[in-house]
């Protein structure tokens, strides 16, 4: 395994941190760099494999304890199984049938081997890609610079397949530098017709062709390859056989199986073993699927194609597509071409890219000479370095350049540098040419110096230098007649502002003396208005209060001589009793309330206090310690002084503790009496008795009213006393002020220090919670990506559990059993729609649904997760207002409720009271015919017959009445339970019970008296009702005077004892303002209650209305039904059809369809509809209309219409967005209907939190079956995605433009002609204007951005977003390309970029846009363009450059530095010296590593709740959306 590891002057340690380096500073994260060393540490354990063959030699198989497996999986984690199987098997899928085959260990070495180099290309790829990433400007480079390291020709001893590329390669190579240097050269001295000489060189096109062209060498090789059972010896004999006749090709004499190629250097022997199998290289695509579904994101992300489909939203659990049957037999998958393009065909494309590149840029050569063969130092051969300069065309190329012209400038730019050389006649000419052939003979004397082409001026060496001078020469005047004049006018703008400033300071001293001398007499009028009107409502209040008072005696005492005695009596008993014991409770309840608060205070204010004196007596003790000395006697007096108040207080607390005693003793005195009072009432009812009690009860008061009096006595001694230790105290305090001056002012700097800790403490958490929500929905919308993962390697799985169910019969060996087993008991298999709903049925049919549930519950527990963290705050904030919202909307409802039954039973109470009347009729009717037939026919037969016919139809009156009363019965108990009356139900019962016995005596009645007990029995059922209304009537009054009684006494006393305690506290004067204020708040909250009353009186008075109304309907149809049933029916018939159509026109806002019509409503609505179909009707019309859809669903309790009708409009909005994914227009447009439809969903969910900017309309329109929480979260899943996509669109359309439009083109005009010295473009120009973007087109893509999501009504919140997003793209890739390009980090570059940012941002205000955040992306870069601009020389530079670039890091603030070139001579490079001060003052911040911005980086996107003021009763569905067979309900 290796022998010495170490090797002197290579220190392994340093080399890998420099490595780490280098990748922080291309962007590349710390989890993605132990990737990538994981990755590398797994291909060396599979190097490492030791494949065991078996005795057939057919098979072989890999040990389960091989060591270097388990690190192999386990580093990339993937399935150790599966690995193990699928790198001894590989699998043959014909048209009808699947074959699994074992490999014999040769070929199981070459997989292995072939897998390796595949995973590192494949590592070596994604770090080029991230590097160039990182590098990345635009689309549409102008320039860029490449740089190729490669071999020589290689001549070993064995020279195989490796050996040939390179050799081919040099081939190419050669043939590239020969018509650079020599055609190239020489044809653009032809082109410019220019006298030159042509020479000959060597030209090796014959020796390529003999490898690249068709029946070459590779062609042949790939033939071999191709061919089942080819040999490298059957290869070798078809080139013998193809090209013996080249000149570059020749047979070894003593060998069949090598051949010769004649390269251009010298001859080389190939020999043909190992071409074929290295030409292959193939990587079975098991093996490729297994590391796709490695656990690791990066693993997987190397092997994903580029047309992976983006990932689907995850169904919630119980939201599984509907099951559809569908072919067993998998799909056949298009092979990898990747996979099966042989090594000599990718490495002979690689090369024409390569000759491609070199042939459209400019190269330049590095030869490196060996100075001898033997590597010895300080030794020279010439013979052999001439050789080796000879051979790489070196010496053609010195005798060109010796003869030429180095220097070339187009005329275009020879004219734009050297045109302040000119003279202003000169550049008035049209003809560019003459004018520079003119000014070159006039500065240059010699004529051999140069020479004209047709588009390019050539000058021999030093003479653009000498050109240089003279324009630096003519740039330094004009800077000096610049300055002259700009310091003269800075003088007099000075001189100027000083005197203006003067001016109006003068102008505003007097104005300001004359609005003081109003002011103070406006002020003194006022105050005589407020005095007058003060003192006009105190008497006012005064009068109201005395006529109030008087309104309310008297009507209490005219409604007391109305009431009867005994009730009166009663009635203030019950009142007595009940303010007893709640002014007790209420007293207890508020006194333990006081004590509690007022003990928690004292204990948080003596603690505050504390720590406060602790603090001061600390800060004393440091600073103050020789005024100890002069205060021991003054503390010794405070002490004693505090003594005093403790005595006097523990006196006031004792006086309180006997008042508190006297006070209870009193009240059980009452309460004794008031026993006393009721059982000598119940023993005797006389008046007298009352009279004293009554007299009893006044002297009781008297004493309590004594009590008061000595209370307050003691309270004011009390407030005397305290009074004069206060006075004392002052006086104390007085002496001691001068002395805790000095101590304050050092405890107040100590405090300020303190509170602005507390304050910045309270920011940094301000902004951590803020940090940690933004880091949840980040990893919230990482999820979806994470997702993706799962489906491939679910994909993976699936395949295998087909193979297993296709081809029982090649299942022979016990170990391929039980890894395909093994390998069918995946976890991880989730039932979501992977783009359609066919992928996920077949999922669940495959593996189960018991373990397509465990994805979907893991799933769903991250998203309740998120949705949790976000209404943490929001529920702790509205529990309590929806509990107490929930308490009084339960109360209305209860009384609503209890007044719509009451009205609905007094109606059916007045229907049965109508049938009894006409049985009555019948009745008397009956006895007139009896008494006719009686008279007519006197026989005793007849009347017995009349007699029995009598009790017949009285039993069946009878047989009707009980059930009437029955009924009538129900009535009055629901009436009884409502009132809570419970002795008026047991007289009920007793009456009932009474007058329902009698029909048992049906055999013995006679005819009269069942006539007068039928009589009685409708009088008694009169009798009843009257006496259920009376006592209703009563029972409702007394509950209601009662509970006004209770609530009045409540709150007068709750306000008296607040009033009492705050105006023990206040001074007298204050006392009387506090009296008026708390009259004039009792006013207000009487008015409030009136008004309050007053709407839930109109509001019940408006549902009876209502209900009356219906009912009053009902009988009148009713009646007319029953009068004109046999005579009328056609005229009914019409009647009930004009009814009919009259409803119909009242639409509800639901919408009917069949379901066999949902796939026609989801095509019409969103498959094939197109935005501007919908473009002049209201903004996200199908989202309403799916909504009402939604709605009727629910209203007919349908919950699998509801799911169907989800789940295909979710369905049916990918596979939109997947036709349409470059389109900005379509993508916008669904993401505005899928916000909608959420916001539909919330607003009418029935949450009170989404209703509270409902009408009453919109409210009818809400959900009342179903809760669709689990669907919002859904399709705030998809709307995320819909984000993504469109930032991706944008994207694209706007990152070519960004780079040409801030850093390239000329929105300022005059700037384009100041460029760095030294970096022009030598062979050719570019005009201006080709191929460029100017700032007015990144603008005008905005635009239509914007009016695009306007006009499709996106919420503006979420325009915001994009906006923010768009403009931290073109922060970051406009920041990377300057620090990145050294041509572009120059003063003319910081005014143009400026700018340019001028124009961004008065765009964003333009389109009211200054909130989104998206000015605050940008700082960065107006630092940077800022940094530019300013001076680069002292430290006082620095400092300023220090505070001012605070969104920059320090690494790119020293990249600026170092690439900053200056426009000409007057400006100088930055010193290294003011750099490392720079560095030394940015020392203390904690800045990334990283150089580069990460222009890919997404904010993480929020969808505020916006509710719509449509109703959707308003909502016209036009007809050019074909939805005739949607229903208007």
Same mark, same amino acid.
């Given at each position: ?46 190097? =490492? ?218 001859? *080389? ?55 559809? *049957? ?361 008046? =007298? ?349 007394? *509950? ?343 041509? *572009? ?145």
């Amino acid at each position: 395994m290796g022998g010495d590891t170490t090797i002197d002057g290579v220190d392994d340690a340093d080399d890998f941190e420099k490595t780490r380096h280098a990748f922080t500073l291309l962007g590349v994260k710390e989890s993605h760099q132990m990737s990538i060393f994981k990755i590398i540490a797994s291909i060396l354990h599979l190097g =490492n494999l030791e494949i065991q063959a078996e005795r057939d030699g057919e098979s072989c198989s890999i040990s389960k304890q091989d060591e270097h497996l388990n690190n192999f999986c386990r580093l990339l984690g993937v399935e150790h199984s599966q690995m193990e199987h699928w790198l001894c098997h590989r699998k043959l899928v014909t048209t009808a049938e699947t074959y699994i085959k074992p490999m014999s260990a040769q070929q199981v070495m070459n997989a292995r081997n072939a897998l390796a180099k595949h995973i590192y290309a494949q590592l070596f790829n994604w770090i080029v890609e991230h590097i160039n990433k990182a590098l990345h400007t635009t689309l549409k480079q102008h320039s860029f610079i490449g740089v190729l390291d490669i071999y020589g020709f290689e001549t070993f001893e064995v020279n195989s397949f490796e050996q040939f590329c390179i050799n081919y390669a040099n081939e190419k190579l050669q043939q590239q530098f020969n018509s650079h240097v020599f055609k190239l050269e020489q044809e653009e001295y032809m082109k410019e017709q220019i006298p030159w000489t042509l020479i000959d060189f060597y030209d090796n096109q014959p020796c390529i062709d003999l490898i690249e062209a068709k029946l070459g060498i590779l062609d042949l090789l790939d033939e071999e390859c191709k061919v089942p059972k080819g040999t490298d010896q059957n290869w070798a004999q078809k080139l013998y056989d193809r090209h013996s006749s080249s000149q570059h090709f020749q047979k070894p004499r003593m060998s069949n199986t090598s051949f010769i190629v004649v390269h251009f250097a010298d001859k *080389v022997e190939y020999q043909s073993d190992g071409f074929l199998e290295k030409n292959r290289d193939t990587v079975y695509e098991e093996q490729i699927n297994i590391l796709k579904a490695s656990k690791y994101q990066m693993v997987a992300d190397l092997f994903q194609d580029e047309k992976d489909s983006v990932p689907a939203t995850p169904t919630i659990k119980g939201a599984a597509p509907k099951i559809s *049957v569908r072919s067993a037999r998998p799909a056949m998958k298009a092979a990898n071409k990747e996979h099966k393009k042989t090594v000599g065909h990718q490495f002979r494309n690689s090369l024409h890219l390569l000759m491609e590149t070199l042939n459209a840029t400019t190269p330049h050569y590095v030869r490196c000479i060996k100075p001898n063969d033997e590597k010895l130092p300080f030794k020279f051969d010439p013979k052999r370095a001439v050789q080796q300069l000879r051979a790489c065309g070196v010496l053609e190329t010195i005798r060109i350049s010796a003869a030429g012209y180095p220097s070339r400038w187009s005329y275009h730019d020879f004219f734009n540098r050297y045109r302040v050389l000119m003279k202003k006649r000169e550049i008035s000419k049209n003809d560019k040419k003459l004018i520079c052939k003119t000014l070159l003979e006039n500065l240059i004397k010699d004529p051999d110096k140069f020479q004209f082409g047709r588009t390019k001026i050539f000058f021999r060496a030093g003479q653009v230098a000498y050109l240089e001078k003279l324009r630096a020469d003519k740039f330094r005047a004009a800077t000096i007649m610049i300055q002259k004049t700009v310091r003269g006018w800075l003088q007099r703008v000075k001189y100027r502002r000083m005197r203006n400033a003067a001016i109006t300071i003068q102008r505003y001293t007097r104005g300001h003396l004359a609005r003081r001398l109003v002011d103070y007499l406006r002020k003194t009028r006022a105050a005589i208005i407020f005095q007058k009107q003060y003192r006009m409502l105190r008497i006012l209040h005064a009068f109201q209060k005395i006529r109030n008072a008087t309104i309310t005696i008297q009507a209490f005492t005219r409604g007391m001589f109305v009431r009867k005695i005994y009730h009166k009596i009663l009635l203030e008993h019950k009142a007595a009793i009940i303010q007893k014991h709640a002014r007790a409770w209420l007293a207890r309840k508020r006194f333990l309330h006081f004590k509690c608060a007022a003990v928690v205070i004292q204990c948080y204010f003596r603690r505050m206090k504390a720590r406060k004196e602790l603090k001061k007596l600390k800060i004393e003790a440091r600073s103050a310690q020789h005024l100890k000395k002069l205060n021991i006697g003054m503390e010794n007096k405070v002490v004693q002084l505090q003594r005093k108040i403790d005595d006097q207080n523990k006196e006031y607390r004792h006086l309180n503790e006997q008042l508190s005693a006297l006070t209870s003793a009193y009240s059980t005195d009452v309460e004794k009496l008031k026993k006393e009072l009721e059982q000598y009432r119940q023993n005797r009812g006389d008046s =007298n008795q009352l009279v004293n009690l009554k007299k009893e009860i006044e002297s009781l008061r008297l004493e309590l009213e004594k009590s008061h009096s000595e209370r307050k006595i003691i309270e004011d001694t009390y407030d005397k006393e305290k009074d004069l230790l206060r006075k004392r105290v002052s006086d104390l305090e007085e002496e001691n002020a001068l002395l805790k001056q000095e101590k304050e002012e050092l405890n107040n700097r100590i405090l300020c220090q303190s509170e602005d800790e507390f304050a910045q403490n309270t920011v940094k958490e301000n902004l951590l919670t803020k940090k940690e929500l933004e880091e949840e929905r980040s990893r919230y919308q990482n999820l979806v990506k994470e997702y993706s993962r799962l489906e491939q390697r679910y994909d993976n799985l699936r395949d295998e559990m087909t193979i297993i169910k296709q081809t029982p019969g090649h299942r022979r060996n016990p170990s391929n059993q039980s890894s395909l087993e093994s390998d069918s008991n995946c976890p991880s298999v989730s039932t979501s729609e992977i783009g359609d709903t066919e992928d996920a049925i077949q999922q669940v049919e495959d593996v189960g649904l018991d373990k397509a549930a465990m994805d979907m519950t893991l799933f769903l527990k991250l998203q309740k997760r998120v949705r949790e963290l976000e209404q943490e705050r929001k529920k702790l904030q509205t529990q309590l207002e929806k509990k107490k919202s929930q308490v009084i909307e339960t109360k209305n409802e209860m009384d609503s409720d209890r007044d719509t039954d009451l009205a609905y039973n007094s109606l059916k109470r007045q229907e049965l009271e109508s049938e009894n009347k006409k049985l009555k009729n019948e009745l008397n009717e009956l006895r007139k015919t009896i008494v006719d037939r009686v008279t007519q026919n006197n026989s005793s037969s007849d009347v017995q017959d009349s007699y029995t016919l009598l009790l017949n139809q009285l039993k069946s009156a009878n047989e009707e009445l009980e059930v009437r009363k029955e009924e009538v019965l129900i009535l009055r108990a629901q009436i009884i339970k409502a009132a809570q009356q419970k002795d008026t139900g047991k007289n009920m019962d007793s009456n009932i019970n009474t007058y329902t016995s009698w029909p048992n005596s049906d055999k013995h009645v006679d005819a009269e008296d069942a006539i007068e007990a039928y009589h009685g029995v409708c009088q008694t059922n009169r009798l009843l009702e009257a006496q259920l209304q009376d006592q209703k009537r009563e029972h409702e009054e007394e *509950v209601e005077t009662l509970k006004t009684q209770m609530e009045t006494l409540r709150e007068e006393m709750e306000k008296q004892q607040q009033a009492f305690f705050q105006t023990l506290q206040l001074p007298p004067e204050a006392q009387v303002e506090f009296g008026i204020q708390q009259e004039i708040a009792r006013l207000t909250n009487e008015n409030l209650d009136l008004k309050e009353l007053l709407e839930k009186l109109e509001k019940n008075e408006k549902k009876l209305k209502k209900q009356l109304k219906i009912y009053m309907k009902k009988v009148q149809d009713f009646e007319a039904t029953q009068a004109t049933a046999q005579t009328e029916r056609r005229r009914h018939e019409l009647t009930r059809q004009v009814t009919v159509q009259r409803k119909e026109k009242d639409f509800q806002g639901m919408l009917e369809y069949y379901k066999e019509d949902e796939p026609l409503l989801i095509r019409n609505l969103i498959t094939d509809l197109k935005p501007q179909t919908v473009s002049a009707t209201v903004p996200c019309l199908p989202a309403y209309i799916l909504y009402m859809c939604i709605r009727h669903a629910d209203y007919i309790n349908d919950d699998q219409k509801v799911h169907s009708l989800l789940t295909s409009t979710i369905n049916g909005i990918k596979k939109v967005l997947k036709k349409h994914n470059d389109d900005f227009q379509m993508t916008s447009f669904w993401l505005a209907n899928t916000c909608r439809l959420l916001h539909c969903l919330k607003q009418y969910s029935g949450d009170t939190g989404f209703m509270t900017q409902n009408t009453a309309k919109q409210n009818e329109h809400c959900l009342k079956n179903f809760d669709l929480t689990e669907y919002r979260q859904v399709l705030s899943d998809l709307s995320i995605q819909i984000y993504q996509q469109l930032f991706k669109i944008a994207e694209g359309m706007l990152q070519p433009m960004i780079v040409s439009a801030m850093l390239e083109s000329e929105s300022i005009q005059g700037l384009s002609g100041v460029k760095s010295m030294g970096y022009r473009n030598r062979s050719s120009s570019m005009v201006d204007g080709d191929n460029s973007y100017s700032l007015d087109a990144v603008i005008r893509q905005l635009n239509t951005f914007h009016s695009i999501m306007c006009d499709q009504g996106l919420d503006p919140e979420i325009i915001q977003q994009v906006f923010k997003q768009l403009f931290y793209m073109i922060n970051a890739v406009t920041l990377n390309n300057l620090l990145l390009r050294k041509d *572009v980090c120059s003063w003319s570059t910081g005014m143009q970029l400026r700018y340019n940012i001028s124009q961004l941002e008065e765009w964003l205000r333009g389109k009211n846009l200054q909130q989104s955040g998206a000015a605050e992306t940008v700082e960065p870069l107006i630092q940077a363009a800022q940094l530019l601009q300013l001076k680069k020389k002292t430290s006082e530079d620095a400092e300023a450059i220090c505070s001012l670039c605070t969104s920059l890091s320090t690494q790119q603030i020293v990249k600026i530095l170092n690439l900053y070139t200056p426009v000409n001579e007057f400006e100088e490079r930055v010193t290294v010296a003011f750099i490392r001060n720079i560095q030394a003052n940015l020392q203390e911040r904690n800045d990334p590593p990283q150089l580069l911005l990460d222009y890919k980086y997404m904010f993480p996107v929020l969808f505020p709740f916006s509710p719509s003021s449509i109703t959707m009763d308003s909502i016209h569905i036009p007809a050019s959306l074909n939805l005739e067979f949607l229903n208007e309900v």
